[in-house]
Every structure is written in structure tokens, then in C-alpha cells.
């Protein structure tokens, strides 16, 4: 499953990635039962905001998934998914406050 969305606090688009297998159910995801996952933003002063399954430190999500329809050729699905997303900031950059951002989507 592919997420793209645009932050107007952030100023970054948001790609999201997650391998839900090839036969995807409705139901509850997480880190822990996705093998493969990423989320990556990055913002127009170099802020980069990114998690995933390869990424250090990893971050975390939770995936809800209330409809999959259409299944494999017109794929559509709804939800709601939260991340925690690690920020690393170039060089005298301001990236905010925290460390980490979460991201709080409904699709």
C-alpha cells in the first residue's frame, strides 16, 4: 500500500510504504506484524522526517483498516494510520522542538 500526503505544518510531502502481503485484510497493523514499511518527508529547508523498517532509530505505526475493495486491479482502501517519525535537522537548521513528529492520518 502507497499514502502519499502534503503537510502544510511540516512543509513536506509525506511517501508512505507498506508491504501488507499479497492477500491484505481489514484489520489492525503495526510495526511489529509489517516486515517491511517506510514513511519519509522531507521539508523545504532540508528537515527530514522518516521511519520504517530500515531506518535507525525505526519509529512506529498504527495502521487501521476498515475497508479493502477492488482487489488487485482497482484497489481502494480506507483507514486511519499514526506515525512517529524521527526528524533530523542539516546543520543550523531550525527543524522544531522535538525530535520526533507524529503524523495522524485518515484516508
Given at each position: 500500500m502507497q499514502l502519499?500526503?502534503?503537510?502544510?505544518?511540516a512543509g513536506a510531502d509525506l511517501?508512505?510504504?507498506?508491504?501488507?502481503?499479497t492477500t491484505p485484510t481489514t484489520g489492525e497493523y503495526?510495526?511489529?506484524t509489517l516486515a517491511?514499511?517506510?514513511?519519509v518527508a522531507v521539508g523545504g529547508?532540508?528537515?527530514?522526517?522518516s521511519a520504517g523498517s530500515l531506518a535507525v532509530p525505526e519509529g512506529?505505526?498504527?495502521l487501521t483498516l476498515t475497508e479493502l475493495s477492488g482487489l488487485p486491479s482497482a484497489p481502494v482502501a480506507h483507514g486511519t494510520l499514526t506515525l512517529l517519525l524521527h526528524v533530523?535537522?542539516?546543520s543550523a537548521v531550525d527543524c522544531g522542538a522535538s525530535d520526533v513528529e507524529q503524523v495522524f492520518l485518515t484516508f
Open positions: 502519499n500526503a502534503s503537510s502544510s505544518v511517501r508512505v510504504k507498506m508491504d501488507l502481503g503495526d510495526e511489529a517491511t514499511w517506510s514513511a529547508t532540508g528537515c527530514e522526517y512506529s505505526f498504527d533530523s535537522a542539516p
